[in-house]
Structure formats: structure tokens, C-alpha cells
């Protein structure tokens, strides 16, 4: 099986404000987010681990498993999208101009042109050598196989194995510290 977590809330969540690569860590609401992950999940077995070596990534991998023997690989392919120049800046729901508009209303628009910025087939490239290379042999083994990542991440992944076109790309969101089964 591949299953798919998104980490647990930050301040920055709380803000409204993008994170992309800057390592921000869980705050306390996270925390508990990822302690009653880990007792609602506590049954379903995973052999490995995946995930970002952001620390929001890191500790909710670390609380969800705490007292399972299963080992937490950290793969930079698996760190959020950068949002360049946007990093730290925030955002809502009715973001309606420029590129990072584009990115939230169109993002089979969306180019990369914010400043520094990682565009959606950069993401979807390194997401995808990712699952190709390390979760997918896995799981045609017979693993069952936990990836604990972010926001924007999480969504190429979920797009690419469910096949959506980019038009849905944010609908294949998953909200924190909430476990999706992919296959």
C-alpha cells in the first residue's frame, strides 16, 4: 500500500502564510494534530517511512510513529514546493492577481514566474522520479509505504497517481495530520 500524510500546523499555517522551503517548525496544536494521528493510525501498518527534511515533516513522521519499528528516510525530492520570492508571504483563498493567483486559481497556467520559484513541472519531475525510484518498487514488493510530506508536495503526488489533470491540482489537497491511501 502507498499512503500519503500531510504534517501537522505550524504558526505559519495559523498566519495564512507560505511556507514553501522555509523550515518552520509544528506549534503545539501540531503537535497534539500528530499525537492523535499516531493513536487514530496506531493499527495500520507501515514498513517505511518517507519524508521532507523540513522539521514540521520530520517531527509529525517522528510523533505518528514514535514505539514503531519503522524507519524514517528523509528524501529531498519530497521538500514543498518553493514559492521563491512568495516564501513567507501571505496568502487566501481569494488570491486573484499575479502569478501566485494564478498559481492558487489556475495553476494549469501557472509558469514559475514568481521570482525564484519552482514551477509545477519542476515539482511534478522530482516528485515523480521520487515515487518511481523509492515508493513504487517498494510497494510492487508488497510494502506498505507512509509518505509524510506538505501541502503543495503532497498534491503533485496525489494528482500524478490518481491522474488528474492540473486544472485539480489543489483539489487533491490533504488537510494536516490526515492519512490518504493512494493505492
Not at 503545539?28 to 515533516?57: N, T, W
Request: charged fraction near 30%.
Amino acid at each position: 500500500m502507498l499512503y500519503i500524510m500531510r504534517h501537522g500546523k505550524t504558526d505559519w499555517n495559523a498566519l495564512h502564510k507560505l511556507q514553501g522551503r522555509t523550515d518552520i517548525p509544528l506549534n503545539d496544536e501540531g503537535r497534539q494534530m500528530a499525537h492523535k494521528a499516531a493513536e487514530e493510525y496506531k493499527d495500520v501498518h507501515f514498513d517505511i517511512c518517507f519524508c521532507s527534511p523540513l522539521v514540521r515533516a520530520k517531527e509529525t513522521a517522528e510523533i505518528l510513529l514514535a514505539g514503531r519499528d519503522v524507519p524514517i528516510v528523509t528524501d529531498d525530492r519530497l521538500l514543498e514546493m518553493s514559492f521563491g520570492d512568495c516564501d513567507g508571504m501571505e496568502y487566501g483563498i481569494g488570491v486573484t492577481k499575479g502569478p501566485l493567483g494564478v498559481l492558487f486559481a489556475h495553476p494549469e497556467e501557472y509558469d514559475g514566474s514568481i521570482g525564484g520559484a519552482e514551477s509545477l513541472d519542476e515539482l511534478f519531475a522530482r516528485t515523480g522520479e521520487f515515487l518511481e525510484e523509492k515508493a513504487l518498487p517498494l510497494v510492487r514488493e508488497g510494502k506498505d509505504v507512509l509518505i509524510v510530506g506538505h501541502g503543495a508536495m503532497n498534491s503533485s503526488i496525489v494528482s500524478r497517481m490518481r491522474g488528474l489533470p492540473r486544472a485539480d491540482f489543489w483539489k487533491a489537497g490533504i488537510e494536516n495530520c490526515k492519512l490518504m491511501k493512494l493505492l
